[in-house]
Every structure is written in C-alpha cells, then in structure tokens.
C-alpha cells in the first residue's frame, strides 16, 4: 500500500452484514486496522469483530479519526454521520440480504439468551430499509465522503473479483489476493 492515503477507510453496514469479513480482507489488503480488541471472537464471530470501542462514542469525542488516515476503521451505519466533516472518507458499505441479517441477529441474541422474537421480524425489516435508504441519499450527498456499495453474498460466491472491485475503489495498492483469500466462505451461515 502506497503512503499517499489521504483519507480514512470506513467500513460500514448494518449489524451482521459481513463488516467483520470486510475488515479482515482489508486488513490482509495492506490496510492497518484501528481496532482494540476489547470484543473478543466468539461463535458468531470466530475470526474476531475487528472493533474500536471509541467509535461508539464519537459524539463525545471523534479526535482520534483525523489520526487515523491511512487505517481502516469499522463503523456502524448509525454512527457514520457522526464522523467529523473536516476529514475525507472513503467508505465501504456492505449489503446483505434483510432476511439473512435479522436471522443472524436473533441466531446471536439466542446465544445470548434474549428472546429473538421481542421484535417483529418484518417490522425489523421494514426499518432497515427505510435507514439504509436514507443513509444512501445522504452519504452520496456529502462531500468528504466516497462510498462504495458492495453485496455480501457476491463476495463469498466470487472473492476474487469482489477484492479487485473493493482495491480499485481505493486505489492505493492493496494485495487482492491477500484480499481474496481472507474471506471464508463457511461463515455464511445465514442464509435467504
């Protein structure tokens, strides 16, 4: 990977939509990840969540992005308009199937021993669509921000053309291969 990066990496999505995957591909890319390890792998990620627990608190205190140009860093699609404007971004947006994501979130919450029916299933849906549609308009609105969308079921059926797609979207010399080979395609457990 090149030192000219001038901007920070961002990947991005809905909760369980494969930004953990997106994440090690990068990573294996040439990307240094901002990450802290607090989360720990576990059944529902093996490989590990590749999270940064400041994110969670950008409100407060977002100092740390503008030092984190050149890294990749996860962020949940609620949290991306938190990110300060001063800093150009070039984010990637993972997209699954609704179905696939609200199975994979109550498959995690029975593990955790909630109730995965508290909420209704198609009612879940029907919100993910409305905030994904409008954190599309609004991401292609900003100026500082460069999004590409990607589709998680295309990526563990064809990593190899994905990775080349996501490396040119960079464009600072990522290793695709490296890339390609980071996906693991027994994790796609949850399927439409």
């Known amino acids: 990977m090149h030192d000219s990066v001038d901007f920070v990496a961002v990947v991005s999505g809905l909760p369980r939509s494969g930004t953990s995957m997106m994440m090690r591909m990068l990573t294996a890319g040439g990307f240094p990840p901002v990450v802290d390890h607090e989360r720990e792998p576990n059944d529902d990620n093996p490989l590990g969540y590749f999270e940064f627990e400041p994110v969670k608190a950008l409100k407060e205190d977002d100092s740390w992005v503008a030092k984190s140009t050149g890294q990749v860093v996860k962020v949940i699609y609620k949290l991306v308009y938190d990110l300060p ?60 921000i460069e999004i590409l969308f990607v589709d998680y079921s295309t990526i563990v059926t064809d990593p190899a053309s994905s990775a080349a797609r996501i490396a040119e979207f960079f464009d600072c010399g990522l290793d695709v291969q490296a890339m390609a080979e980071a996906v693991d395609p027994t994790l796609y457990r949850n399927r439409a």
């Open 85 to 144: 404007i001063d800093v150009p971004y070039r984010i990637v947006f993972l997209q699954r199937d609704l179905g696939e994501v609200v199975a994979s979130q109550e498959k995690m919450l029975e593990r955790e021993g909630l109730d995965p029916n508290a909420v209704d299933r198609d009612l879940m849906i029907k919100l993910f669509q409305g905030e994904v549609f409008d954190f599309q308009k609004w991401a292609r609105a900003q100026r500082n």
